[in-house]
């Protein structure tokens, strides 16, 4: 089928209410399914991403669904433990970065620092901060080195936060 006719079949199908494409401005989704029964949900969020413009809309988006989740009645209890090469961008002087990284590394503090004024914790791994040579007195303040990521990830499933991994 060339490419006219397909774009025929599916006005086609538009026109008569049978296909329907997602209205942008439809009211908001909800997750009602997922959330039924709870007061309260926690979540620890494990980044370890090498790509600053990836980092910062993750961490956009971990803001989206703390307010999602307060918006639906559900209370978040959100925490963010960056792990791995992702430690560079939480950086107060911000050396080695790229010139061409500079604007989303930027982002990923703006965000983190939002993410601190909503009560959302973001630790840094100190196993990656030396690993990397990173002082942990060179990261921005709203970051909180620990020790070892992973063991705060053991510890908050400990405590009922479930794992959302971002790789």
Known sequence: MNIRRLLLAVMSLLCSGLLTLPDAHA????????????????????????NP????????????????MSKQG?????VVVVIGPTVAFLTKDRRGISYKDERAVSQIQTAIRKLNEMDIRTEACGVA?????????ELIPEVHPVGNGFISAIGYQAQGY???PVY
């Open 27 to 50: 009211a908001d989704l909800q997750d009602a399914a997922a959330l039924q029964g709870l007061h309260s949900a926690k979540g620890v969020f494990m980044i370890d991403v090498d």
């Open 129 to 137: 901060l030396k690993g990397m040579d990173i002082p942990p007195t």
């Open 53 to 68: 413009g990836r980092v910062a809309r993750v961490l956009e988006t971990i803001q989206t669904t703390d307010k999602s």
């Open 74 to 78: 559900v209370e978040p209890h959100i």
């Open 162 to 164: 479930s794992l959302v």
